[in-house]
């Protein structure tokens, strides 16, 4: 899987960009022509940057870097011409897409880079932490209808059916949801 990709018509634009990209520690950068290339690339893959110098010779580059950008796995930056910058910027910024003004020097660039690392990090934490949270909702609807089915057809307080389930739980070695799941198995069939 490679590191980067940089979508550009211009060979000569796509070398200076993936000498930049090399000098930032992206180890394997590949080069599409077309953002029709670039979409076959990511039906099947992902890379953690891409690069869009826009116009490409299919398209703007606008609807492409909003595609890969809502896809989550790939932080998009859409080179745009000055004359149209705060225009297509404001089109696709809310999409998570960085924009910078061309021509491009290599500071600004750089400074991207290390910004959009930076933020791409931060999200991967969020995520995380929000999956983690997810679970646990997950978690605790579960053991509450298992508590619901002990107190409907065992007569059981729910501080009875809480402390039924934590003992299984502990005595088995096992999770809180796996002794609610066992008990959903054994009464809602």
């Not at 960009?17 to 077309?34: G, N, Q, R, W």
């Not at 004359?83 to 003004?101: K, L, R």
């Not at 619901?148 to 389930?165: D, F, G, P, T, V």
Request: proline residues 2%.
């Amino acid at each position: 899987m490679p590191d980067a990709m940089i979508v550009s018509t211009k060979e000569k634009n796509s070398e200076y960009l993936k000498t930049i990209l090399s000098e930032a520690y992206f180890c394997d950068v590949i080069s599409c022509k077309s953002a029709g290339e670039a979409r076959r690339f990511f039906i099947d893959n992902h890379c953690g940057l891409c690069v869009i110098d826009s116009p490409l010779q299919d398209e703007t580059g606008e609807s492409l870097s909003v595609d890969i950008s809502s896809s989550g796995s790939s932080i998009v930056i859409l080179l745009i011409d000055s004359s149209s910058f705060d225009e297509v910027s404001s089109q696709v910024e809310d999409s998570g897409v960085m924009t910078i003004s061309k021509p491009v020097s290599k500071s600004l660039f750089w400074n991207t880079i290390k910004i959009a690392r930076a933020a791409s990090t931060r999200l991967g934490i969020m995520r995380e932490e929000n999956l983690k949270l997810v679970r646990r909702i997950e978690d605790i609807r579960i053991v509450d209808r298992a508590k619901c089915i002990l107190i409907s057809n065992l007569s059981m307080s729910e501080s009875q059916a809480h402390r039924y389930i934590e003992k299984q739980a502990m005595d088995a070695r096992i999770t809180r949801r796996k002794v609610a799941e066992n008990i959903l198995r054994i009464y809602e069939n």
